[in-house]
Antibody, heavy 116, light 115 residues
């Protein structure tokens, strides 16, 4: 059974850094296209970043230069390093596995709150 | 102007049909895109409903009933999620999504109320 479990969220001050992790089971992260999608409280979905199986990446303009997506193959984990955080980054962050470009498996999400 | 525009809300009666639209920004031709639809219920992550590009390029999610179907309205430059025989369990937020300019883009979502 495929499972995705996010961790690392919490309260952080503006300008701070946070690292999210997504522990995967039931499949191999490095063989799949993995995404981060976020949802601000009471708002819609916003795609954040993708890490392709070949290691290439893409980012939303809103996070480009501040966020870095990566994976730890030894732990079968997807990561998101978030720097220079802003209030508008406050959201639930979902880890998503894509299969044939379909966002097939979603984690339950981890809440990041950026506030002083 | 947003890449994808969805009406914020839609209400329909049980047993009726609901047509959820996803309008692409002028200059972006709906005919060239696969449009993905996701359903999200309160407190849960989204789930894939279906994707539609044409009648020969479409796919419904596992376990999604055939009451859910996709189409396009080229004259309106829009993708459509049609839900027929509405049931109370269909009440949810629905998001459309496309791959555009090397990024996934979501519409703002439509809150479907079945009453």
């Amino acid at each position: 059974e495929v499972q995705l479990v996010e961790s690392g969220g919490g309260l952080i001050q503006p300008g701070g850094s946070l690292r999210l992790s997504c522990a995967a089971s039931g499949f191999t992260v490095s063989s799949n296209h993995m995404n981060w999608v976020r949802q601000a409280p009471g708002k819609g979905l916003e795609w954040v970043s993708i890490l392709y199986g070949d290691g290439s990446t893409s980012y939303a303009d809103s996070v480009k230069g501040r966020f870095t997506i990566s994976r730890d193959n030894s732990k079968n984990t997807l990561c998101l390093q978030m720097n220079s955080l802003r209030a508008e980054d406050t959201a639930v962050y979902y880890c998503v596995r894509a299969v044939d470009y379909i966002f097939h498996n979603w984690g339950q999400g981890t809440l990041v709150t950026v506030s002083s | 102007q947003a890449v994808l525009t969805q009406p914020s809300s839609l209400s329909a009666s049980p047993g009726a049909s609901a047509s959820l639209t996803c309008t692409l920004r002028s200059g972006i031709n709906v005919g060239t895109y696969r449009i993905y639809w996701y359903q999200q219920k309160p407190g849960s992550p989204p789930q894939f409903v279906l994707r539609y590009k044409s009648d020969s390029d479409k796919q419904r999610g596992s376990g999604v009933p055939s009451r859910f179907s996709g189409s396009k309205d080229a004259s309106a430059n829009a993708g459509i999620l049609l839900i027929s025989g509405l049931q109370s369990e269909d009440e949810a937020d629905y998001y459309c999504m496309i791959w555009h300019s090397n990024a996934w883009v979501f519409g703002g979502g439509t809150k479907l109320t079945v009453l």
